[in-house]
């Protein structure tokens, strides 16, 4: 059985809220999403970024290594 004194005291307290304040905290709203969007792309490129040059560096290091080798291994004999 619905109590109709305190449906009707709860339908006529309304909280209103300044136009330019609900339209500031949209928009302040909007940027934040945006920020953490561009933020967690930009995050996962960077790892795929240094990952690529990581393994560059290693096979270039190796390659020398393997030629540096190479080279003593010629001359010792």
Do not use: D, W
């Amino acid at each position: 059985m619905p109590l109709p004194g305190f449906a009707s005291k709860t339908s006529q307290h309304q909280t209103k809220i300044p136009l330019p304040r609900l339209l500031a905290a949209s928009f302040v709203l909007q940027i934040v999403v945006a920020v953490e969007i561009v933020g967690y792309v930009c995050f996962g490129n960077e790892e795929r970024v240094v990952e690529e040059f990581a393994q560059e560096v290693i096979a270039k290091t190796g390659k020398r290594v393997e030629e540096k080798l190479t080279a003593v291994v010629e001359n010792a004999h």
